[in-house]
């Protein structure tokens, strides 16, 4: 370690500061993680970010999709730093600095927090860490967490179409809620699920065996329990079924709040009926809500984006359809019913097969709407150090889809008056009425990746809140403290 601290500050001030830009990545935060700095970028997966090394070169071109001719370059490492670490900050200087931003009057009467060193997992800095407090959207990381560890960062959702026994046809949803009947403006490779190529796919497939006239049916069998959020009816959320396009917007918008259909599956299969027709097949009458057996013979599928990819939707811009979506497939994957209940067994049960503490921990939905969610600041910190653990690479998405300060998500509009936090701090955001919470990962002065986990509930002032917790995460990007 003498050596490692001996290398470090023989560096210059601008070759350290270097190696903090380049390590806003997770990628290298992860080879931080197992002791060893590099050059490694963020581009090849996930949000694939350079907007700290933009920040601190306004003017520059480069980041995600900002260019047309790939990431930036950044500057070599120092050679000399070799395997090296960065050094640990101490817990007394970390207390120096957040203690009395903790004592903000913004933020409300119940305020915890956790800091802790990512190589090490040590908390360098604690505050009722232990204490539930309402998570509003930083739930989310645990969803996140039970999904991929349970199915996996390569799974994928199936909308299928299948014969039934009287020759009709019925779409059967699987609970992909990034379904789209929209005509595709992605790239190949980030395309979701189309309703259309899954209209093509049948279409072919039904004129291939002959009949052009079928009765259309449609199956949501997949998900049991209530279908309304215990908020609904509310735009930021649509009601949670297994079959739905474009999650239901009436509005052609992508994320966010939005008004949304009331009977999400009946407009996804009118929807398929049409694009049926516009194919050369007639629907004869209405689609029908209809159960299939488990065997009916397939005759077209379209399968969702992997997993990774609809968590790192999912993180970035707090999709609550989506969040619901995973806690059931969580469910369905752990043999518990997909319902808001069974979900929520399903999550305790992974979190706890993966030894994360949940005292007094409350999982009532996926998205963090629900006011009765409970998590500590211990539990969200422990979740991001596992996420960046090597040994977990399938958590890998989780801190890859992290919104960025001051450019992506969540975080696109806050960090405009934190010049250090900006494009350092990558954050899941949480907020409700009266609840602001924040937890996500920074590399500090010094090079070192920190995760931390901020909370306050009963709060007045939501901007004031944000402001207060946005400073507590920058404070702890700017910190070489020791």
């Known amino acids: 370690m003498g050596s490692a601290r001996t290398a470090w500050w023989a560096a210059s001030k601008q070759q350290r500061q270097t190696v903090r830009l380049t390590a806003s990545s997770t990628v290298l935060g992860l080879v931080v993680a197992a002791g060893a700095v590099t050059a490694a970028g963020p581009w090849d997966s996930g949000q694939r970010t350079a907007e700290r090394a933009r920040a601190a070169a306004a003017g520059g071109t480069g980041g995600e999709r900002h260019a047309p001719d790939g990431p930036p370059s950044a500057p070599p490492v120092l050679p000399a730093l070799g395997a090296g670490t960065p050094p640990l900050p101490t817990a007394q200087a970390l207390s120096d600095r957040l203690t009395p931003l903790l004592k903000d009057p913004a933020l409300g009467s119940l305020r915890t927090a956790s800091v802790v060193d990512a190589a090490t997992g040590r908390e360098l800095f604690g505050a009722e860490p232990g204490r539930a407090a309402t998570p509003a959207s930083t739930v989310k990381l645990a969803i996140a967490t039970a999904a991929l560890s ?96 474009d999650e239901a917007r009436l509005d052609r918008s992508e994320h966010g709040p939005a008004p949304r259909d009331t009977d999400p599956a009946a407009a996804a299969a009118r ?164 609840v602001n919470t924040l937890a996500g990962t920074v590399v500090d002065t010094d090079g070192r990746l920190l995760v931390f986990a901020f909370m306050t509930n009963n709060t007045t002032d939501p901007q004031a809140a944000q402001q207060a917790l946005d400073r507590l995460a920058t404070e702890v990007a700017n910190c070489g403290c020791r």
């Open 271 to 434: 929807t398929f009926a049409h694009l049926l027709q516009d194919r050369g097949i007639t629907v004869d009458g209405a689609p029908v809500p209809t159960k299939v057996p488990a065997k009916a013979p397939r005759l077209a599928t379209t399968r969702s984006l992997p997993l990774a990819a609809l968590v790192e939707q999912m993180l970035t811009h707090s999709d609550n359809d989506i969040a619901e979506a995973l806690a059931r497939q969580t469910a369905l994957a752990t043999g518990e019913p997909a319902s808001f209940e069974g979900a929520g067994r399903a999550v305790r049960k992974t979190l706890a097969r993966l030894k994360l503490p949940q005292t007094d921990a409350v999982f009532a939905d996926g998205s963090g709407l629900d006011r009765t969610d409970k998590v500590s600041a211990t539990l969200l910190s422990r979740l991001l150090v596992l996420a960046t653990a090597p040994g977990h690479p399938e958590l890998r998405p989780i801190t890859t889809g992290l919104p960025v300060a001051g450019f992506t998500g969540t975080l696109s509009g806050r960090y405009t008056g934190e010049k250090a936090g900006a494009g350092t701090v990558r954050a899941k955001t949480g907020t409700l009425t009266g």
């Open 150 to 245: 349970t199915l996996g960062p390569e799974h994928r959702i199936d909308t299928s179409v299948v014969a039934d026994a009287g020759g009709g046809v019925v779409l059967v949803g699987g609970g992909d809620p990034t379904l789209t009947a929209r005509a595709s403006t992605e790239d190949a490779q980030d395309r979701p699920a189309s309703l259309r190529t899954l209209a093509d796919d049948t279409a072919r497939t039904l004129k291939k065996r002959g009949p052009t006239k079928v009765r259309l049916g449609y199956d949501t069998s997949a998900y049991t329990g209530p279908r309304l959020h215990p908020i609904s009816p509310n735009e930021n959320i649509a009601p949670v079924v297994p079959l739905m396009a």
